[in-house]
C-alpha cells in the first residue's frame, strides 16, 4: 500500500498540523483513490492563523506600494519556476489534464499577480482640492484588515490568486481556505510564498463547511470573500451581517449562449463545445445553455452533438484529451441526477453516462427538446453538459437568456454588429461576450448580479474591493 501525502495548515509562516490532530482523506478523482490527508481544521486552528494575519497587518499595512509590488512579482516569478510542480499537485488533486493545466492555467494566474504587482502602484481616487472654503478635502484609500476567503475545487490554484493577489496587493493581511476536496496546490502555494512575505500575511487553514463557517463568524476579519454555491454565499452573507463585515460573492453561473441564424455554424459550434467542456464543464461562466434561431437550430444541434461525440475525456496524462473526472463522488452523482431526471420531452443527443467505472468520468453531453421551465435549464448542472433550446427572435432569445436567477455571464454568436450590441445592453449578465466565450484577461472585471453574487474579481474593480475609502478635511487656517 502506497504511504498517504500528509498536507499541513500554513500559519504564521510554518506548517502545522491541526491543533486536535484531526484529518480528512483527499482523493484523486482520476482514479478514486485517496492519496494524501489534509488537516481537519477547527476552532484553534482559525485562531491561531486569525491572530497571525492580525500581528501581521499593521506592519503589511504601513509597507509601501513598491515593496509590495517587488514581493508580488518575485511570487509570480517563483510560481512560473516551480510550475511542474504546482501542475503535477494541481493534477492529482483534481484530475486535469497535465497539459493544458500547465498551457491554460499557469500562464494566466502569473499574469493575474504581476497585474495586481502593478495595481499595487496606481490608485486613483477624487483630486484633492478645497471643496469647501478654508478646508482642504483629500481621499486616502487604505487596506481593510485581515481577510478571510474561501477558495473552490474547480479551479484550486487560479481562484487562490484571484483571492490572495488584490487582497495583499492592497496592503491586507489573508487567511484561506481551499477546498476540502483540493487543498494540495495552495498548500503548496502558501509555502512558496512564504519565502517573499512576512510571517502571517498569508496563511492557509484546510478543513470542511464548518472550518469555513468558523473563520467567516470569526471576530477578527474585516471582509469574507467567498468563490462558491449560491447556498454558501447566502449562508455567508447572512452570517457576516451579524457584525457588518463586508462580502465578497462569485456565487454559480447558468450562461446563455445566444446563437443567431447569421453564424458561421462549423466555427461558432467548435468554440461553444470547447467553451461547454473544457474543465469538464466545472466552471461557472461554462457556455451550459444554448439559444439557437429556430432557422439553424435542427443543423446547429447535430453539429454540435457531433463535436461533443468527439471530444474526449481521460487521465490526466493522456495528450488529447479536452478534460478529465468531475471533482468528486458527489458532483459525479449530481451531474448523473440531471440527466436521470430529465422530463420526457427532452432528448439526449449524445453522451449523458458516466464514463469507464475507475474515477469520476462523465461523457460530453448535448440535451435538446427543452422548455424554459426545466430544470436542468433553470439550475446550474456544472459538468460536461450542453442544453439547447429554440428561439424565434431576439425579443424571446433575451427573455428566456435573462430568465434565470443566475446573472454571470453570457455570450451573443452574430454578425450584425447592431444587433451585438443591442443584446450587449439587454443581457442581464456580469460579462457578455461577443463571438467568443470564456476568455478571461487581468484587466477586465469579472463578477455577476442577482444569485450569482456582487464584488468583482480581477482588474482594478477587484483590486478596489479590497480596499476603503477615508475622507480627510484640514483647515487651511
Known amino acids: ?124 481616487g477624487r483630486s484633492a482640492g478645497e471643496y469647501m472654503e478654508g ?43 481551499p477546498s476540502d476536496t483540493t487543498p494540495a496546490s495552495t498548500v503548496l502555494l502558501a509555502g512558496i510564498m512564504a519565502e517573499f512575505l512576512p510571517k502571517g500575511v498569508f496563511n492557509v487553514v484546510c478543513g470542511d463547511r464548518d472550518t469555513g463557517r468558523l473563520m467567516v463568524e470569526h471576530r477578527v476579519p474585516a471582509m469574507a470573500s467567498i468563490t462558491g454555491s449560491v447556498r454558501a454565499g447566502m449562508e455567508v452573507a447572512g452570517s457576516a451581517a451579524r457584525d457588518l463585515k463586508r462580502v465578497h460573492l462569485e456565487l454559480g453561473g447558468k450562461a446563455p449562449v445566444v446563437v443567431f441564424e447569421d453564424v458561421d455554424i462549423p466555427r461558432a459550434v467548435q468554440d461553444i463545445a470547447v467553451a461547454g467542456y473544457f474543465n469538464a464543464g466545472q466552471d461557472c461562466t461554462a457556455a451550459t445553455r444554448v439559444l439557437v434561431h429556430e432557422s439553424i437550430h435542427q443543423e446547429f444541434t447535430a453539429a454540435l452533438a457531433k463535436a461533443a461525440a468527439e471530444t474526449k475525456t481521460g487521465l490526466p496524462t493522456d495528450e488529447d484529451v479536452l478534460y478529465g473526472p468531475l471533482n468528486n463522488a458527489g458532483q459525479l452523482e449530481r451531474v448523473s441526477g440531471f440527466i436521470d431526471r430529465l422530463p420526457a420531452h427532452a432528448k439526449v443527443e449524445t453522451g449523458g453516462f ?118 480627510v478635511m484640514t483647515s487651511l487656517d
Open 1 to 124: 500500500m502506497t504511504e498517504l501525502r500528509t498536507l499541513r495548515n500554513h500559519i504564521d509562516g510554518e506548517f502545522r498540523a491541526a491543533a486536535d490532530g484531526r484529518t480528512t482523506q483527499v482523493v484523486n478523482p482520476a482514479t478514486g483513490d485517496v492519496y494524501a490527508t489534509a488537516p481537519l481544521s477547527g476552532a484553534a486552528d482559525v485562531d491561531a492563523a486569525m491572530a497571525a494575519a492580525a500581528a501581521a497587518f499593521p506592519g503589511w499595512r504601513d509597507t509601501t506600494p513598491s515593496d509590495r509590488q517587488k514581493a508580488l512579482l518575485r511570487i509570480a516569478d517563483a510560481v512560473e519556476a516551480r510550475a511542474a510542480e504546482l501542475v503535477e499537485a494541481e493534477s492529482e488533486n483534481t484530475g486535469k489534464p497535465v497539459g493544458l493545466t500547465m498551457s491554460e492555467e499557469i500562464p494566466p494566474m502569473v499574469d493575474q499577480i504581476r497585474f495586481f504587482a502593478g495595481a499595487a502602484r496606481m490608485l486613483e
Open 135 to 177: 478646508m482642504t478635502s483629500f481621499v486616502r484609500r487604505e487596506p481593510i484588515g485581515v481577510c478571510a476567503q474561501v477558495a473552490p475545487w474547480n479551479y484550486p490554484m487560479m481562484m487562490a490568486v484571484w483571492k490572495f493577489a488584490p487582497a495583499i496587493a492592497a496592503g491586507n493581511t489573508v487567511v484561506l481556505k
Open 354 to 471: 458516466r464514463v469507464g467505472e475507475v474515477g469520476y468520468y462523465f461523457a460530453p453531453t448535448v440535451v435538446s427538446g427543452l422548455r424554459q421551465d426545466d430544470e436542468i435549464v433553470r439550475h446550474e448542472v456544472f459538468g460536461p453538459v450542453i442544453t439547447v433550446q429554440s428561439f424565434t427572435d431576439e425579443d424571446q432569445a433575451v427573455e428566456w437568456a435573462n430568465g434565470v436567477e443566475y446573472a454571470l455571464a453570457s455570450s451573443v454568436w452574430t454578425r450584425d454588429h447592431a444587433r451585438a450590441m443591442r443584446m450587449s445592453r439587454r443581457l442581464d449578465f456580469g460579462c457578455v461576450w461577443i463571438n467568443t466565450h470564456i476568455p478571461l484577461v487581468a484587466e477586465m472585471p469579472h463578477g455577476g448580479f442577482k444569485k450569482s453574487g456582487y464584488g468583482k474579481d480581477l482588474s482594478a474593480y477587484g483590486f478596489e474591493d479590497y480596499t476603503r475609502v477615508k475622507h
